[in-house]
């Protein structure tokens, strides 16, 4: 299986590229730089917001996985929402995984983000995937899936295990490395198509 991984440089597309190429699976990892991501078959130069590319990488690919999250730096969160909606487009019939935030995870009927005690510092960017969400939900492309992590997650240990639930938290905190396990297992065996899962310790 040929997956291609937008993100790939980040701590849990690195982390992914590792897992899914010791699994077996191709991964070609694109980078706004192009630099070489350690596991990867190939490693390309490419914007996920370019509708050209992204066609070019369908095409090639079985599976097409952007680890990509909203600017933490002061970046436009309108162009990465823009973005993700040209690559869903872009898949036509092929597989998209988005990763996504934790703060759009429902505790009773409240987002997680609009509950009291919500960091202040990522309210701006859960807002952001709060919406890129919904505009997967209400979009006219299939098959999407959307992971989100539990409202912690870190380097860590990577046991194989972990618990799943769908728009509710799953458990308090998972490691990058677990996360990245559920990922290529819903990569190999997808149970999750157009809705979104979070997963935890």
Not at 114 to 120: N, Q, R, V
Not at 158 to 175: I, L, M, N, Q
Request: proline residues 4%; charged residues 25%; without cysteine.
């Amino acid at each position: 299986m040929k997956i291609a991984l937008f993100g790939a440089s980040g701590m849990v597309g690195s982390r992914l590229t590792k897992e899914a190429a010791e699994r077996g699976l191709e991964v070609t990892a694109i980078t706004r730089s192009g630099d070489k991501v350690p596991g990867a078959a190939q490693s390309l130069k490419g914007d996920m917001g370019d509708a050209d590319f992204d066609r070019q990488i369908v095409a090639d690919h079985d599976v097409i996985v952007s680890t990509t999250g909203p600017s933490r730096t002061g970046g436009s969160h309108d162009e990465w929402l823009k973005a993700v909606e040209t690559l869903a487009k872009a898949s036509g019939d092929k597989r998209v995984f988005f990763v996504g935030g934790a703060g759009s995870l429902l505790v009773g009927d409240t987002q997680l983000k609009d509950t009291e005690g919500f960091p202040a510092a990522y309210k701006a960017e859960s807002d952001t995937a709060s919406i890129a969400l919904d505009n997967l939900r209400a979009g006219n492309w299939s098959p999407w899936t959307l992971i989100s992590p539990a409202p912690e997650i870190a380097p860590g240990e990577r046991t194989g295990k972990y618990s799943t639930e769908r728009d509710v938290p799953a458990g308090d905190s998972v490691s990058a490395e677990d996360f990245v396990v559920a990922m290529v297992d819903e990569i190999v065996d997808p149970q999750h198509i157009d809705a979104r899962f979070t997963v935890a310790n």
